[in-house]
């Protein structure tokens, strides 16, 4: 089993849970009541080089990564320093992330929220339309084509925005076919957990213009900004370099200057 399979078998197990206390109906309400949907585009498209910093616990590449007591706090500090964007893990198992750390993130921030998870059902996209989330992660490597389309479709639906992962070349075909304006490239397998910086460069002139490209994960420095803005990053998610940083306001200042020399 892949790391992948085995994060998403623990992801099910987790999601039966939550279904027997609160069951879809109810989310389907609670996510129609929610207040509209931020759109993230123009933000990502309003500077040279946007961030989406990230609010991670652990992880199962790195174990502990930082003691995040007040995932609020973080956020305001990433959104002062110029964050774009704020994601938020709410896997709990291999994370250390919960949904509440989202409640506290959407209340804390005017800027967009992106729900970080591994998203199998439905279930997931109402719920985090209901916390207040208004990106969702749609991994391409997870789904087939059927259930990303269907998921793309219901992001939309709910007024969300689709930041839709890829590592591989058959991958970013399959999120252009299927129309995907934001998408991201992992520059992280997440079968084998290596990391490989190059993986963004070889996969950007794939995508071209005809999405927003976000450069994912292994982003530790400015060195490393520079090069996927080079190679044509419109969009950085960074995690570990910044909950790791003693000054992640600053930080993010120094990553979108980087993108500008
Ligand atoms: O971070 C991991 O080890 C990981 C393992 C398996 C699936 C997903 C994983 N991370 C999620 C992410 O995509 C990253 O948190 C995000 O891109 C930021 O990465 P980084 O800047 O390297 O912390």
Known sequence: MSVLDDIIAGVRLDLDRRTAIRGLDQLIEAAASAPLALDPMPRFRAVELAVISEVKRRSPSKGHLADIADPAELASAYATGGAAAISVLTEERRFSGTLEDLDAVRAAVDVPVLRKDFMVEEYQFYEARAHGADIVLLIVAALDDAKLGRFLEL??????????????????????????????????NLKTLEVDLGTFGALAERIGDRAVKVAESGILGTADVARVAAEGADVILVGEALVKHGDPRSAIGDFMSAAER
């Open 155 to 188: 992001t939309s639906d709910l007024g969300m925005t689709a930041l839709v992962e890829t590592h591989t070349a058959p991958e970013v075909d399959r999120a252009l076919g299927l129309g995907a304006q934001l998408i991201g490239v992992n520059n992280r």
